[in-house]
């Protein structure tokens, strides 16, 4: 049975770059990705960002809604639970943007 070794579509799959395309080191890495040193220096960054937007937002939110809502038990639960779910929220889309930015600037 022949084996068919070509294919109509080209595969991307296996090219490299020699050098990170953020800070230049030479180094072997697969098509569009950075080194680790860069990977690590953006994740550091973005967590830093994200460590205070997420400590700011969610305070101003809770002493909002405790402002607004009335003082029982229920409500202030809801508001509660609402700030919680806004500082968790806001910790990860702020570390996905920042990486983001710190990627590309
Ligand atoms: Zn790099």
Known sequence: ???????????FGGLRERECPRCHRAVELPLGELCDACQLEI???????SRWVSLVTPLVFGVYVMMVLPPLQMPRLVGGAATLAWFLLVRRIA???AAEWFRTH
């Open 43 to 49: 994740a550091q960054r973005a967590g830093k960002v």
């Open 1 to 11: 049975m022949l084996r068919r070794t070509s294919s109509l579509s080209p595969s």
């Open 95 to 97: 570390r996905q943007l």
